[in-house]
């Protein structure tokens, strides 16, 4: 399969009412604008479409397909609508979390939800992995760690024997999609979500 040009978002299993599929529209159309405000963060929804396309392809590295789920506990970042957008792509369902659970409500919602991924912030790095021991089903779940400060706070950083460095996942990777992946209309699962600091906002001007 021929790879997608640079700035394209290459859609697996994207029906036209998700939100990856109007986010790719505005990705081929107008790569340029920018679509990620968050602090002094301003990024493109190209780059914003280039960091989806190289986690879902991160994802499905480690196996996640269609109808899968994706556990995603972030504050509210770049990372968050990143990994939102990556999810849908590929067809899987983005699970919202609760941050402020601990281990075994964690582990609870791991369980329950059929979660084969979780996208966290470095400051639940615990609370992931003793969560991640609790399950009571002991299935693939692929972690992916991202670093709350920044690359420049995270060098030097270890991470636990296998868990994936979320920035070098969502890195544009060279290789080719799989596909075509059959079509499911993705769904947002969501529990008990808590105040969110750091506003952060999506735009298309």
Not at 48 to 69: I, T, V
Not at 160 to 188: F, H, I, N, Q
Request: aromatic letters at 8%.
């Amino acid at each position: 399969m021929k790879r997608p040009a640079p700035g394209r978002v290459a859609c697996l299993a994207v029906t036209a009412e998700s939100f990856a599929q109007a986010w790719s529209t505005v990705v081929a159309l107008a790569p340029e604008r920018i679509a990620i405000v968050c602090g002094e963060r301003r990024i493109t929804f190209g780059e914003f479409g280039a960091r989806a396309n190289a986690l879902a392809r991160s994802l499905h590295d480690d196996g996640l397909r269609p109808g899968d789920k994706v556990a995603i506990e972030l504050v509210n970042s770049p990372e968050y609508l990143e990994t939102f957008f990556a999810t849908q792509l590929l067809g899987c369902v983005p699970v919202n979390v609760n941050y402020r659970y601990v281990e075994a409500e964690l582990a609870y919602l791991f369980d329950n939800s059929d979660a084969a991924a979780v996208v966290y912030h470095d400051e639940f790095a615990s609370t992931v992995a003793s969560a991640s021991a609790m399950r009571a089903t002991q299935g693939p779940l692929a972690r992916y760690q991202v670093h709350h400060f920044g690359a420049e706070h995270a060098r030097g950083t270890a991470l636990e024997a296998g868990v994936r460095d979320y920035e070098a996942a969502s890195r544009s990777r060279c290789g080719r999609w799989p596909g075509p992946a059959p079509c499911r209309r993705p769904r947002a699962t969501r529990s008990n979500v808590g105040a969110r600091p750091r506003p952060c906002s999506l735009r298309a001007r």
